[in-house]
Antibody, heavy 116, light 107 residues
Framework: QVQLQESGPGLVKPSQTLSLTCTVS??????????WSWIRQPAGKGLEWIGR???????NYNPSLKSRVTISVDTSKNQFSLKLSSVTAADTAVYYC????????WGQGTLVTVSS | DIQMTQSPSSLSASVGDRVTITCQAS??????LNWYQQKPGKAPKLLIY???NLETGVPSRFSGSGSGTDFTFTISSLQPEDIATYYC?????????FGPGTKVDIK
């Protein structure tokens, strides 16, 4: 049973870059035909798909965030990462990492607050 | 981009009631639709995949139907533990929008 765990700073200053890492356990990030995704949820609001990466390094991003998002993978550490630049208060949310097949297997989520 | 809509946005029903939520895609997505349940402070949980298939371990009171652009999610007999927000999500195309959610509570 694969498990995913997000990690990273819980507080980021406006205009800085938000950086999160997702550590995958219970299986190799390189095995199987999976994408590795990031999804976020502002408090009291719905789910927003940020983007995904395949272990080949191929990425897809939400057009609304594409100019600010970078997703990368480190297969040697069984991790993938999210960087979101030039953050504002609107980027405050719970950020989930997930394994994507035709559905998502989710991490528990981590709250990131953008505030000075 | 595909847009997903859900209705109602919230509902209140009694224990034992039949609850129905609809999800509409802005274009044909065949049966590439999942339904998730999210309880406060928790990650979403898959209930229904491929529009109508019940995920292993999910109670049979949950069901889904539909194809193309119109989908339905049903709880046949609402239980107190079903209080949650329910989201549909398409996986036919990128990006992967979720529906806006339907909040279900007990009357």
């Amino acid at each position: 049973q694969v498990q995913l765990q997000e990690s990273g700073p819980g507080l980021v200053k406006p205009s800085q870059t938000l950086s999160l890492t997702c550590t995958v356990s219970g299986g190799s990030i390189s095995s199987g035909s999976y994408y590795w995704s990031w999804i976020r949820q502002p408090a009291g609001k719905g789910l927003e798909w940020i983007g995904r990466i395949y272990t080949s390094g191929s990425t897809n991003y939400n057009p609304s965030l594409k100019s600010r998002v970078t997703i990368s993978v480190d297969t040697s550490k069984n991790q993938f990462s999210l960087k979101l630049s030039s953050v504002t208060a609107a980027d405050t949310a719970v950020y989930y990492c997930a394994r994507e097949s035709s559905y998502y297997d989710w991490g528990q989520g981590t709250l990131v607050t953008v505030s000075s | 981009d595909i847009q997903m809509t859900q209705s109602p946005s919230s509902l209140s029903a009694s224990v034992g009631d039949r609850v129905t939520i609809t999800c509409q895609a802005s274009q044909d997505i065949s049966n590439y639709l999942n339904w998730y349940q999210q309880k406060p402070g928790k990650a979403p949980k898959l209930l229904i995949y491929d529009a109508s298939n019940l995920e292993t371990g999910v109670p049979s009171r949950f069901s889904g139907s539909g194809s193309g652009t119109d989908f339905t999610f049903t709880i046949s007999s609402l239980q107190p533990e079903d209080i949650a927000t329910y989201y549909c999500q398409q996986y036919d195309n990128l990006p992967r929008p979720f529906g806006p959610g339907t909040k279900v509570d007990i009357k």
